[in-house]
Nanobody, 124 residues
Framework: QVQLVTSGGGLVQAGGSLRLSCVVSGYSFNNYAVGWFRQAPGKEREFVAVISRSGGTTDYADSVKDRFTISRDNAKNTMYLQMSSLKPEDTAVYYC?????????????????WGQGTQVTVSS
């Protein structure tokens, strides 16, 4: 079965950095784009970043552009989210997800499998 296991969250001070990882199993990782979403307390889950199957194309939410970097290692079935210059408003549970074929990169329904989430807390 498809599994996405997220790790790397934690507590960090504003301005700091964290790297999230998502190890994938149960399907051919390099056949699908993958993305990151996040959900802050009391808010809807929102798009953060997406990366194409080969890793050659990426896209980001405006709120994280130039601070976050999404990447993937197809040989390791692993995707990453490098987060820098973190702000308190980045505090959320972060989820990795496998994108289905077609549909908007920015929309939750376009993603078919989700990791369990990892908490990121940024203190001011």
């Amino acid at each position: 079965q498809v599994q996405l296991v997220t790790s790397g969250g934690g507590l960090v001070q504003a301005g700091g950095s964290l790297r999230l990882s998502c190890v994938v199993s149960g399907y051919s990782f390099n056949n699908y784009a993958v993305g990151w979403f996040r959900q802050a307390p009391g808010k809807e889950r929102e798009f953060v970043a997406v990366i194409s199957r080969s890793g050659g194309t990426t896209d980001y939410a405006d709120s994280v552009k130039d601070r976050f970097t999404i990447s993937r290692d197809n040989a390791k079935n692993t995707m990453y989210l490098q987060m820098s210059s973190l702000k308190p408003e980045d505090t959320a549970v972060y989820y990795c997800a496998r994108k289905l074929y077609g549909g908007s990169d920015y929309s939750e329904p376009s993603y078919g499998s989700w990791g369990q989430g990892t908490q990121v807390t940024v203190s001011s």
